[in-house]
């Protein structure tokens, strides 16, 4: 998913995708773990995902506490 379109959600709509895409890696950990094919590519996606959706929502906190200093 794009930065730009992740942007565009709320942070309520930001951290339920999170949460949906934390579940996701789990599982993929899981399947790897019981030796089951997977993608391993899935596995940089997801948490490039994740390390995205963490960083608009940092960006978001700093906004509102006024300290977004660049």
């Known amino acids: 998913m794009k930065a730009?379109?992740?942007r565009e959600l709320t942070d309520d709509e930001l951290r339920q995708k999170l949460s949906d895409l934390k579940e996701?890696?789990?599982n993929l950990r899981f399947q790897h773990a019981q030796k089951a094919e997977v993608k391993s590519h899935m596995f940089k996606l997801l948490k490039k995902d994740i390390a995205r959706i963490l960083t608009i929502l940092r960006?978001?906190?700093?906004?509102k506490s006024g300290s977004g200093a660049k």
């Open 24 to 26: 996701e890696l789990f």
């Open 59 to 63: 960006e978001r906190e700093l906004q």
């Open 4 to 6: 730009r379109e992740l």
